[in-house]
């Protein structure tokens, strides 16, 4: 067992996910890093947190999967300690689709990784976390979001229906269980984070391209985004942030955004903000 409280990342990539674990592991909490796949890049993110001089571990895990997430917050309980704290960092972009080109399994899965998830991991996570709050330190659960939570664009279905759903799903959560001492905060990032992990994957060769069409500050550094978190994470209980929304300097906000059909052909369809427009579109 760990004499630390426990953060659980759900969703531990070498951006977001991977950077908000080693930022509340230098804070003094015990990380916990799961993701989907890649062993050997997983046992990196843990040895750097350790080598930096924090306490972490690290799980595959396969969300999708029924009664994964369950089984895992119970071992953590069981075996590491309680958990003070999680991160839903949960992609479900699969990329620009017409209506027709969008299966129905397609569409599911995004639903189940963008909005199925994080139900599962409140449940899971939420009776305990109660508990505690009643004579000790609140609960906190972290959910990133997308510009697809606040605003749908054309081949964007599958993704924006999910991302919708999680926000609903963070106010209908903060409704019931803030009151109970669990501190559930939205973050939506609107803008393109600077993370291989996921947008690097999905724009593929287009990458490089991308970074240098942003410029110098456009794109949001996964390092300076944990810091948000990290600040959400230790707001006192008379005053908690449910939703915040970020994106560079010189990015348009997503109700202004008017997407460039130049940078959406070369950046890979509505939603990929170049210098005049706002959003990413990736969680």
Same mark, same amino acid.
């Given at each position: 067992?760990?004499?630390?409280? %426990?953060?659980?990342?759900?969703?531990?990539?070498?951006?977001?996910?991977? #950077?908000?674990?080693?930022?509340?592991?230098?804070?003094?909490? &015990?990380? %916990? @890093?799961?993701?989907?796949?890649?062993?050997?890049?997983?046992?990196?993110?843990?040895?750097?947190?350790?080598?930096?001089?924090?306490?972490?571990?690290?799980?595959?895990?396969?969300? +999708?999967?029924?009664?994964?997430?369950?089984?895992? %917050?119970?071992?953590?309980?069981?075996?590491?300690?309680?958990?003070?704290?999680?991160?839903?960092? @949960?992609?479900?972009?699969?990329?620009?689709?017409? @209506?027709?080109?969008?299966?129905?399994?397609?569409?599911?899965?995004?639903?189940? @990784?963008?909005?199925?998830?994080?139900?599962?991991?409140?449940? +899971?996570?939420?009776?305990?976390?109660?508990?505690?709050?009643?004579?000790?330190?609140?609960?906190?659960?972290?959910?990133?979001?997308?510009?697809?939570?606040?605003?749908?664009?054309? !081949?964007?279905?599958? &993704?924006?229906?999910?991302?919708?759903?999680?926000?609903?799903?963070?106010?209908?959560?903060?409704?019931?269980?803030?009151?109970?001492?669990? &501190?559930?905060? &939205?973050?939506?990032?609107?803008?393109?984070?600077?993370?291989?992990?996921?947008? !690097?994957?999905?724009?593929?060769?287009?990458?490089?391209?991308?970074?240098?069409?942003?410029?110098?500050?456009?794109?949001?550094?996964?390092?300076?985004? +944990?810091?948000?978190?990290?600040?959400?994470?230790?707001?006192?209980?008379?005053?908690?942030? #449910?939703?915040?929304?970020?994106?560079?300097?010189?990015?348009?906000?997503?109700?202004?955004?008017?997407?460039?059909?130049?940078?959406?052909?070369?950046?890979?369809?509505?939603?990929?903000?170049?210098?005049?427009?706002?959003?990413?579109?990736?969680?």
């Amino acid at each position: 067992m760990s004499s630390k409280p %426990v953060f659980l990342v759900i969703g531990a990539g070498a951006g977001i996910g991977g #950077h908000v674990a080693a930022r509340f592991a230098a804070g003094g909490y &015990h990380a %916990v @890093l799961a993701r989907r796949s890649d062993e050997a890049g997983l046992a990196r993110l843990v040895g750097q947190i350790e080598d930096a001089g924090g306490s972490a571990s690290g799980t595959l895990l396969n969300a +999708a999967e029924d009664g994964a997430i369950e089984e895992l %917050v119970e071992r953590i309980e069981r075996d590491i300690g309680p958990i003070e704290g999680a991160l839903y960092n @949960l992609g479900a972009q699969i990329g620009n689709r017409a @209506l027709e080109d969008t299966p129905h399994r397609t569409f599911e899965l995004g639903w189940r @990784l963008g909005c199925f998830g994080l139900y599962r991991l409140a449940h +899971a996570i939420f009776p305990s976390m109660v508990e505690r709050a009643k004579d000790g330190p609140h609960g906190t659960l972290l959910v990133t979001s997308a510009t697809a939570a606040v605003r749908g664009n054309a !081949g964007q279905h599958s &993704h924006a229906a999910a991302m919708a759903g999680r926000r609903m799903l963070c106010q209908t959560l903060n409704a019931e269980f803030a009151p109970k001492g669990i &501190h559930v905060a &939205h973050i939506v990032v609107d803008g393109a984070v600077n993370s291989p992990d996921t947008l !690097g994957k999905l724009l593929g060769d287009k990458w490089e391209t991308f970074k240098s069409m942003k410029g110098e500050h456009g794109m949001i550094e996964p390092a300076a985004l +944990a810091e948000t978190y990290w600040h959400l994470a230790q707001q006192p209980r008379n005053c908690w942030t #449910h939703e915040i929304d970020l994106r560079p300097h010189n990015d348009v906000p997503w109700w202004n955004d008017n997407p460039n059909p130049q940078i959406d052909a070369t950046a890979g369809g509505k939603g990929f903000a170049g210098p005049e427009t706002g959003s990413s579109g990736i969680g």
